[in-house]
């Protein structure tokens, strides 16, 4: 899923932490932000964290708005609080972006993934679909859940034909860690935009699989642009609110929801270098170009594998035809649903459907634009084994 806010807040800045190093931070408040320290058996590539947030803050602040004191603080007043010292930009109209970790986050989302970090309690058989935003979350989700959940249903009884894939595979950080039961524990999914190295220890100590995709960088610039202007009322001039060539500059200088992209990119892909068994990690461009083979080696991943006599009933065609972009636009449910309706991430199914294509960016980009995104992808991820180009 690509997060959108369905309120605009105007956001007070107030004191900034300094990042004295990777795992440390330097608080110019009274409170206390305690130390995380990871297990044994946490693979080294997720050593370097900042500091947790659990029991940040205590639960009793003086002067509360309005005069009143000892008035116990909820979980989003103390995330809050904590985010209040958190470097600041204002690049994206919507919310403010938040620094947490080394990556940037819009002010709900952050609450969201705090609340995770802290609350998240992973099944040991759990498998977590990890996406930056806009590089195919839905196709995934749609993907992973008619392949574990083939032999629930018949064809005309699989859930997503009538249920968006948001509502069949809930997000961590925003419906399971806001409420345990807003997932079915009989369905070892759940899905993420947090970046590796933010993910809550209980999922690197249970030893859940995870399932990344990635996409080209210019696209997911463009899917993210079109987005986000679409959550801007309708009759104004959008360009003077998030303009492209803006948001390219502060795209390619890291600024954006749960970026820098290069650096959530990179850190799955470590994580699969480091453990293959446990990291699936996937391109999106050669989902669409080899869908069949992508789909068997997700499937064998997850551990479901589809048997000879599935092949040969044709299942795999199957369930890509059900999952495929205009299937799954075409569904009553992505017309005319409303993904999470009573929380800030308030979105129209109809918002997660725009192209799925390879390439749109050159509808909207120069070819040199195009080429310094590219070079500054590649000067990332150099040395990490890992190139966009090679695929």
Not at 319 to 326: G, V
Not at 340 to 365: L, M
């Amino acid at each position: 899923m690509d997060i959108v806010y369905g309120k605009m807040l105007n956001v007070v800045p107030t004191t900034v932490v300094s990042l004295q190093s990777s795992k440390n931070i330097k608080v110019t408040s009274s409170m206390s932000i305690s130390q995380w320290s990871s297990a044994p058996r946490v693979p080294r590539i997720v050593q370097p964290r900042q500091a947790r947030v659990y029991n940040a803050l205590p639960l009793v602040h003086e002067a509360r708005k309005g005069g009143e004191k000892d008035t116990p603080l909820t979980q989003q007043d103390k995330y809050k609080e904590i985010m209040s010292n958190f470097p600041r930009r204002d690049d994206w109209v919507l919310q403010p972006l938040y620094q947490y970790q080394g990556f940037w986050y819009f002010q709900d989302y952050l609450v969201g993934l705090l609340a995770a970090q802290e609350n998240f309690k992973p099944q040991p058989s759990d498998i977590v679909l990890c996406t930056y935003p806009k590089t195919g979350t839905t196709w995934l989700k749609a993907l992973a859940y008619a392949i574990v959940t083939r032999s629930k249903f018949n064809d005309s009884e699989n859930p997503l034909l009538t249920k968006a894939p948001h509502d069949c595979v809930p997000f961590l950080e925003i419906d399971a860690a806001r409420n345990a039961s807003n997932r079915d524990p009989e369905i070892p999914l759940v899905a993420t935009h947090i970046p590796y190295n933010s993910l809550p220890t209980s999922i690197l100590e249970s030893g859940c699989k995870l399932v990344y995709l990635c996409r080209d960088p210019k696209d997911v610039l463009i899917s993210m642009w079109h987005f986000l202007r679409g959550k801007l009322p309708e009759g104004i001039d959008k360009d003077s609110y998030i303009n492209l060539n803006n948001s390219f500059e502060i795209f390619c200088e890291g600024i954006s929801s749960n970026g820098p992209y290069w650096d959530h990119v990179l850190g799955y892909w470590k994580a699969r270098v480091e453990s293959p068994e446990e990291v699936l990690f996937l391109v999106y461009e050669d989902l669409k170009k080899d869908t069949v083979s992508n789909v068997k080696k997700l499937a064998e991943f997850m551990g479901y594998p589809f048997t000879p006599e599935e092949e040969k009933r044709g299942v795999v065609q199957q369930i890509i035809d059900l999952c495929s972009f205009d299937s799954l636009r075409n569904m009553k449910a992505s017309k005319s649903g409303v993904y999470s309706p009573d929380s800030p991430y308030t979105i129209r199914n109809t918002e997660f459907f725009r192209k799925g294509t390879i390439g749109d960016w050159k509808n909207y980009f120069s070819e040199e634009m195009g080429a310094r995104l590219d070079q500054i992808i590649e000067e990332k991820l150099n040395g990490s084994g890992f190139s966009f180009f090679s695929h």
